[in-house]
């Protein structure tokens, strides 16, 4: 301690290195959140997440690694039969020949459905119901902004599998070659 009684160590610009509470809320319901802000005012630092997906995006993103640690352990990549899509349901990832991409547990979810029973029909409900569980159903809307966006990653990974929409009836696998899922 100095004279005036600060900490002679804490008098630079760095806060204090102590342990401090901190309160994450995940819910996707906007109004959900906006409840949870209210009632948590003032108890500690809180954040919120529309997913599991997204919090383990913010914890993982730059994420420093502590000096000498070893990475994490990077599991044995089989090589795809040529014109194969893997989907790696531990990684949450999707890989065609030599290319991959990131998959939210939505898309990787969505797509191990679709992928499961390639020649299947499956109608909205039955996905909603597979991909988001127990989530309360908000129509075909979510399905298909689901389906958006998966459709653009397998698109950029240059594979020739789509999600069609089958009129009337729901969405299925344009390609039947039956990809494989490792993982779970």
Known sequence: MTTDGTNAANSGTEPPERPFSLVIGVTSSP?????LTELLDGVAPL???ADLDELRELITADAPEPAGAPGPPVPEQKPAPDGALVIDAARSTARWGDRETALTRLERDLLTCLTAEP???????ELHR????DAPT???ADV???VKR???KLDELGTGVTIAAVRGVGLRLTDHRHPRVRGD
């Open 144 to 146: 298909q902004s689901l």
């Open 130 to 133: 597979e991909v988001w569980r």
């Open 119 to 125: 020649v299947r029909v499956w109608s909205y409900a």
């Open 138 to 140: 908000h129509g075909r």
């Open 31 to 35: 109004a959900e959140r906006l409840r």
């Open 47 to 49: 954040l919120m997440v």
């Open 150 to 152: 998966l459709r653009r």
